[in-house]
């Protein structure tokens, strides 16, 4: 392949996971991912900050959408309204169609306490753009980190079930049925 | 005074609380601590893993002190229940006789990045413990998950409005509010 081919991002990614999968995470240099997809350190470097990076790059994006959706909803709309709209449409468009990247991902956080943190400071970074988001919007501070905090279990906690899920459910059903759960055990 | 005297621990929390205060979490050493305090480094490190432990050890016994209380429950207690009892007792017992002390660390996390990742782990072990306490009592995982997660948002959001309510509000009391707040958000 040649190394002019417009999708160094993803020859990246896709090298990185295959060598993080073989030999594990913290085994792997910048170097070796650059040397299976043929492509330079200096495009590498162009692309991600650090080889942790290229596990988190897909997901970077995510909270600059929720802020926008969240700044572009109706002033009437409801917060759960805003919270059931927003998820659907993060999971339909950010998550289901990176299945298999999202479960690789997740075998090997378990394996890495660097990315086990790196896991935990996406989540803070999503809940505040949700706070931020509900603040925004006229929400006072302590409901508005509630809301963002909630939004995010409901998530992190259907995310889970459906990389586990043996069949083919959608992650959308699943954040419904982890709503309805929250509720019910919240009486 | 003496280096003899059984208080070894506290007034090494003072020295470094003080000194965090005067010229910042960063730049203070461990030295510096134990100068301050009048003790030794091999004293602090009996006490201490590190300059940042300081301000987690009094944590440090909360989720194994949430797994007893989840362990002893009797069997019919509900979720809710057992989190409602279970925040309560932590409330009272760990963290309003504490609130100077959460002040001040909650300003030097506001500073320094690895006392956040710090938090964000603090966060992550607790929710654990909880996930776990669940998962002994028969709660399939994804229940327990959300259980844990939510338990977790509702003492942490109690716990910021606390540290900032201008009045003696109690926590557990702000505790119930959250929560009341949660219940009618999920309508």
Redesign the interface.
């Known amino acids: 392949m040649s190394r002019w081919r417009p999708d160094a991002r993803e020859r990246l990614q896709q090298a990185a996971l295959d060598l993080f999968a073989e030999q594990g995470f913290a085994a792997t240099t910048v170097p070796e991912i650059t040397a299976r997809a043929g492509l330079t350190t200096r495009t590498f470097f162009r692309h991600f900050a650090d080889k942790r990076e290229v596990l988190y790059a897909d997901d970077a994006e995510v909270p600059a959408m929720v802020a926008t959706m969240m700044a572009e909803a109706p002033p009437s709309a ?3 309204a805003l919270i059931v709209e927003g998820l659907r449409t993060v999971a339909e468009t950010r998550f289901e169609p990176r299945k298999a990247a999202l479960l690789a991902r997740r075998e090997l956080v378990r394996t890495d306490a660097g990315l ?2 790196r896991d ?2 996406k ?2 970074v999503m809940s505040e753009a949700i706070r931020e988001g509900f603040q925004a919007r006229g929400v006072d501070p ?2 508005a ?3 963002a ?2 939004s995010v ?1 409901l998530i ?2 259907s995310l ?2 459906w990389l586990d899920a043996p069949d083919d459910r959608k992650l959308y059903d699943i954040i419904l049925e ?2 309805a ?3 019910s ?3």
């Open positions: 409801e917060p759960l086990q943190e935990l400071r989540r803070a302590a409901r980190a509630l809301l905090e909630t279990t992190n906690v889970a079930e982890t709503l759960t929250l509720r055990a919240l009486g």
